[in-house]
């Protein structure tokens, strides 16, 4: 199963975490890695998983607008919230029946979760902002995946 670990992109201030929005370099970088991105996925992905906060569902949009996804819409979800923990993430990962997919969240999760899936616990501290990791998965158990490729903008 090949899975796409996306971070959002650089995010400004607001008064709550989850309503921050994506400053204009996080927007370009966010589109610039995403035109990158198109030339490494190959055919399509199945869909794009984020996070509720906002600066992850405009990140998710931003990937909409380049890759061939089946899914039209992001599929929201919370197991993909920055305090949200690896063992609801991997348990949502199980019951999905069909792959690639891309998930679009935050650190520490995916960093997190990136290092748990190749049992590398420095792979969490490369997980930049606008930053995507390719992961080839076969059971969402710690060290059953291996990093295939990772993008930055």
């Not at 199963?1 to 370009?28: I, K, N, S």
Request: hydrophobic share 45%; aromatic share 6%.
């Amino acid at each position: 199963m090949r899975l796409y670990l996306a971070r959002h992109g650089e995010a400004g201030r607001a008064a709550v975490d989850d309503q921050r929005q994506l400053t204009d370099l996080g927007r370009t970088e966010s589109d610039r890695v995403f035109q990158r991105c198109v030339e490494t996925i190959d055919g399509s992905l199945h869909a794009i998983m984020c996070s509720p906060l906002v600066r992850a569902k405009q990140t998710a949009e931003i990937a909409l607008n380049h890759l061939s996804v089946e899914n039209k819409e992001c599929l929201v979800t919370t197991a993909l919230r920055p305090e949200a923990s690896i063992a609801g993430l991997a348990a949502m990962l199980e019951n999905q029946q069909q792959w690639p997919l891309m998930l679009v969240g935050h650190q520490p999760l995916l960093g997190n979760f990136l290092g748990w899936l190749c049992d590398d616990r420095d792979l969490h501290y490369s997980v930049a902002t606008s930053s995507i990791f390719a992961v080839d998965v076969i059971a969402f158990v710690r060290g059953c995946g291996t990093l295939a490729t990772k993008l930055f903008p």
